[in-house]
């Protein structure tokens, strides 16, 4: 699936030579290293320039601008001269990677020894003294194979991070009564080079209103929404409304990016929202999130933001759901797989029906019975229809939380795991998650450091790129469940479990 809003990676390779070591060396390296890039598929570009000095780095900053290469690979073929290549990094305006190579065989060490093993050392060290973020792989010393495979990887961590700093969020309205865990200080924001454009809810409905002369476009959508939902498109009535709430947004984003390259929504959804706009906007929501514009309900700011980073980590839709209630025993099969988690480990996302078709099994548009309850007295639904229901498809799946706490502190959590392929027998966009010591990780991570209740959740392992990504954003504060035997910052050693092992 191709996602729009979504960064496209322009690697640079650049080579350094400290001047005490043959240039030749490391050209001769950088070369073999660019030919297995090729063979693993990796499109780069070779930089001209061997850095040697001050000055090839500004050659080489030169070229990789010309080329217009939004990530660099910086590749020691010797041992480097550690200032010309960490001012390189200092004014580089995209992430970075740092790799050496290793010596070759026996007869390498003879004369043409390279040091680069050392050299990574002595860049390291200048990267503390300009306090500079890259990317270091956990083997950075490497074959020109091995690396090629490093370097592949970093392809998805810049992805993300050059997402993030390109990124703008446009909120509508307020956060509801009793929403204040989906707290958005917007200092950090800008920390991360992120743009914030807030409106009101009423900003929302004069763009929605506007859009109605949209006749050609609001036709379009509904075709492509009816083509989506076939049989399961249950209010076609609806349709012409929800498609107009589509072209309303997507005019705004493109009209008001700016500065900015991609945008994310978090949208006041409720309550005021159904009496005036006459339906719930969770299916629109997913048909954006399906595009690669993640739209989060309940003005949740960071949510959007969570949203983005993981579908940018693993380049599949995600979605927003709440970390929402136990699973009842009796709807576990005896003979189920529970995939490495206890049964108390395993709970329910859910969402009203935000989630993108692509990643449902049997979904159908329907409406949303909590909002119903409460706005229609339980009647026969009118101004609550509108959400996409169905069982979140099973397979391997990661969540993610990027947040901010009320004093201006990121911190972030990643947790891996699968949806069971089981029936949740409950209403919503549902499926029941299985995460292996989540009971713990919720007890002492989601609790003990007061994340909200929504999660991002993300239809693939990623979570070696979130981690990765966090840190070159300067996210340190990361959270991952631990096995039993090691325990939580704050959890208590005197448990009974803890004597056991």
Not at 3 to 25: A, K, Q, W
Not at 376 to 383: A, D, R
Request: hydrophobic letters at 40%.
């Amino acid at each position: 699936m191709t996602l729009i809003n979504t960064p496209e990676v322009r690697l640079g390779i650049v080579g350094v030579s400290r001047d005490c070591f043959p240039v030749s060396l490391a050209q001769k390296r950088l070369d073999r290293l660019f030919k297995e890039l090729g063979r693993a598929g990796v499109s780069s570009h070779k930089c001209s320039v061997i850095v040697e000095n001050e000055k090839g780095s500004l050659k080489a900053l030169k070229e990789l601008a010309a080329q217009k290469c939004n990530a660099a690979i910086i590749y020691l073929g010797n041992f480097g001269p550690e200032g010309p290549t960490t001012i390189f990094i200092q004014r580089f305006p995209g992430p970075v990677m740092i790799c050496a190579a290793a010596e070759e065989n026996q007869k390498t060490l003879e004369l043409d020894r390279g040091d680069a093993l050392c050299g990574l050392l002595n860049c390291s060290y200048n990267l503390g003294l300009r306090k500079l973020r890259v990317y270091l792989p956990q083997n950075p010393v490497g074959t020109a194979e091995e690396l090629a495979d490093e370097i592949n990887f970093f392809q998805n961590v810049a992805r993300a991070v050059i997402g993030v700093k390109g990124l703008k969020i446009f909120s509508f309205g307020p956060r509801p009564q009793d929403f204040l865990a989906c707290n958005a200080p917007i200092q950090p924001f800008f920390d991360l080079g992120i743009e914030v454009m807030e409106n009101s809810e009423l900003d929302l409905f004069q763009l929605y209103r506007q859009a109605g002369s949209r006749k050609k476009k609001i036709s379009e959508i509904e075709l492509e929404m009816k083509k989506e939902l076939g049989k399961a498109a249950t209010y076609p009535d609806l349709l012409p409304k929800l498609a107009q709430l589509e072209a309303a947004l997507l005019d705004f984003m493109e009209q008001n990016l700016g500065s900015s390259r991609f945008g994310v929504f978090a949208n006041k959804c409720w309550p005021a929202f159904e009496s005036q706009f006459g339906f719930v906007p969770c299916y629109v929501n997913g048909r954006l999130a399906g595009k690669g514009i993640p739209v989060a309900c309940e003005v949740d700011l960071y949510g959007a933001l969570s949203e983005y980073i993981v579908q940018l980590a693993g380049q599949t839709p995600a979605t927003l759901l709440d970390i929402n209630n136990s699973v009842p025993a009796e709807i576990i099969p005896k003979e189920a797989d529970l995939k490495g988690a206890e049964p108390n480990d395993l709970f329910m996302g859910f969402h009203c029906g935000n989630t993108a078709s692509s990643c449902l099994s049997n979904c159908r548009m329907n409406y949303q019975v909590i909002m119903n309850r409460l706005m229609e007295n339980g009647k026969s639904p009118e101004i609550t229809r509108g959400t996409l229901e169905g069982t979140l498809k099973p397979g391997p799946i990661t969540l993610f939380r990027i947040q901010s706490t009320p004093d201006c502190h990121l911190q972030s959590y990643i947790a891996e795991g699968e949806i069971l392929n089981l029936d949740p027998h409950t209403f919503g966009g549902t499926g029941i998650i299985s995460i292996p010591g989540f009971a713990r990780f919720y007890r002492h991570i989601l609790l003990g450091k007061h994340f909200p209740h929504h999660t991002a959740l993300g239809f693939k392992k990623s979570g070696k790129v979130l981690f990765e990504a966090m840190k070159l954003l300067g996210v340190n504060d990361l959270s991952a469940p631990l096995p039993n035997n090691l325990p939580y910052q704050q959890e208590n050693p005197f448990e009974k479990f803890r004597a056991e092992i």
